[in-house]
């Protein structure tokens, strides 16, 4: 999402956390890491972090992978509604999934999988802000 937004000339912050605490502090997952690489993107920067309330209240759009994460939440915060799943928030054309799959158990694919329905996701956002800045710009003109 960061680079998207960067090459469409968009300007956001872009954060990532997990609904459970189980790897805060930690590095992204190697096959994660190994995926991302290969399509040029260097996470080994981040590092696992929980969701706090205050996310919620300063992000405009907090997008979860899928209903688990979103009824967690839900239990935890409330119903919010700038929290939704991702890919039905995004509605990437050409993308049936309503729900990104949790690669862990899986093999390297499963990684591949994650990584084209995120950037699909992504792309079909920063297209509809894109279109929105450019029709907020023409009615300022």
């Not at 937004?5 to 805060?24: K, P």
């Not at 093999?107 to 894109?130: H, K, N, P, T, Y």
Request: proline share 4%.
């Amino acid at each position: 999402m960061r680079s998207l937004l960067e090459r469409s000339g968009l300007a956001g912050e872009v954060d990532s956390a997990g609904t459970i605490a189980y790897h805060v502090g930690e590095a992204p997952d190697t096959r994660s890491q190994a995926a991302a690489a290969a399509r040029g993107y260097d996470l080994s920067p981040l590092r696992g972090r929980e969701v706090t309330e205050d996310d919620l209240e300063r992000f405009d759009h907090v997008w979860v992978m899928d209903r688990g994460h979103l009824n967690r939440l839900r239990a935890r915060y409330g119903d919010r509604p700038n929290v939704r799943l991702f890919l039905e928030a995004t509605a990437p054309e050409g993308v049936r999934a309503r729900e990104v799959p949790d690669p862990y158990a899986g093999d390297a694919a499963g990684f591949e999988r994650v990584l084209d329905l995120i950037e699909a996701g992504c792309r079909a956002a920063v297209q509809r802000w894109s279109a929105d800045s450019a029709a907020d710009a023409g009615a300022d003109g």
